[in-house]
């Protein structure tokens, strides 16, 4: 993999992703936007590295408690005591309320890191989501969200997506909106 990235660097092979190109602010969002164009064979083995897959006669199971727990340890919280939910129902996070946090660069790390995690823990996509609103300027109190969703990780890390083959090609979603429930915009989320 090593080999694949030097070559990225020395063909200056990289390509940039624009998410939605009216609301970017530079020096905000602007920075971080670079990803490397990978070959598929660098893709299958970073994803061995992470995905656990059991195989059984009729579906897989895919899980990452390694990946979980490796996480964990980094944020210094394996002794953790879980919570059952992933967010605090009651708090509404503002970008602007509370002291900064100490240390943006370890809180974004975390942060992105839990975003692997959504492949096999749906169950922590929205909580993800709302850390990652604030990377930019992260307080105290987006820091313990994030905590609180390591909280929840460690008691849920046997969690994982069953696949299972079917015949069935239809896509059935749901959703929900938390009518203007954003402190600062006042936005449904």
């Known amino acids: 993999m090593t080999d694949e990235y030097n070559a990225l660097i020395d063909n200056k092979t990289w390509a940039r992703l624009v998410g939605d190109g009216r609301s970017q602010q530079v020096g905000v969002d602007c920075y971080e936007t670079f990803s490397p164009v990978v070959k598929p064979a660098t893709i299958r083995t970073v994803l061995t590295l992470v995905f656990e897959v059991q195989r059984f006669p009729n579906r897989l199971f895919l899980q990452q408690s390694t990946y979980a727990k490796d996480i964990i340890e ?37 942060s992105g890191a839990l ?10 996509s929205y ?37 299972y083959k079917s015949s069935n090609t239809r896509l059935v ?3 929900d909106a938390d009518w203007a429930g954003c402190p600062d915009t006042r936005r449904s989320m």
């Open 115 to 124: 975003q692997y995690l959504t492949f096999t823990h749906p169950d922590i």
């Open 74 to 110: 980094r944020a210094g919280m394996s002794q953790c005591n879980p919570v059952r939910t992933p967010v605090d129902t009651n708090a509404k996070l503002s970008g602007s309320d509370g002291p900064l946090v100490y240390d943006p660069t370890k809180y974004r790390s975390l």
């Open 127 to 163: 909580a993800v989501q709302q850390v990652f609103l604030d990377m930019h300027d992260p307080r105290a109190l987006h820091l313990h969200g994030l905590y609180r969703i390591l909280r929840y990780l460690q008691g849920t890390l046997h969690y994982g997506v069953h696949l």
């Open 173 to 175: 979603a749901y959703t």
